[in-house]
């Protein structure tokens, strides 16, 4: 009979659409965090769903970014755009394997 120690019995538990949502979080954060602040900022969930083999975890994270300046409008009606990242996270590990626009699904 082979025992399992809790550390690895865990690892082999996949994990959860919260545990998913924090991986997609953290990675967005350490790819934008040396960026200048009003290019990616305000980011929010979207998204969440669990591929049909539940493999993994496609976490859809929104952000503000920074509209082009249209000098023919007022200032208060340039207000940010939202973008869209879909983050492809393995469910087994929680590491994020993959960020792509919505459209390149």
Do not use: C
């Not at 082999?12 to 040396?34: C, E, G, M, V, W």
């Amino acid at each position: 009979m082979v025992h399992k120690s809790p550390a690895s019995a865990k690892a082999d538990r996949p994990i959860d659409a919260r545990q998913a949502t924090k991986s997609a979080f953290d990675y967005f954060h350490t790819l934008f965090s040396n960026t200048v602040p009003s290019l990616a900022s305000d980011p929010s969930l979207e998204e969440i769903e669990i591929s049909k083999d539940e493999r993994f975890w496609l976490v859809t994270l929104g952000y503000s970014a920074p509209r082009p300046r249209d000098p023919h409008l007022p200032t208060f009606l340039q207000v940010p755009i939202r973008k869209l990242k879909v983050f492809k996270v393995d469910a087994a590990t929680g590491r994020v394997l993959s960020m792509k626009n919505p459209q390149d699904q």
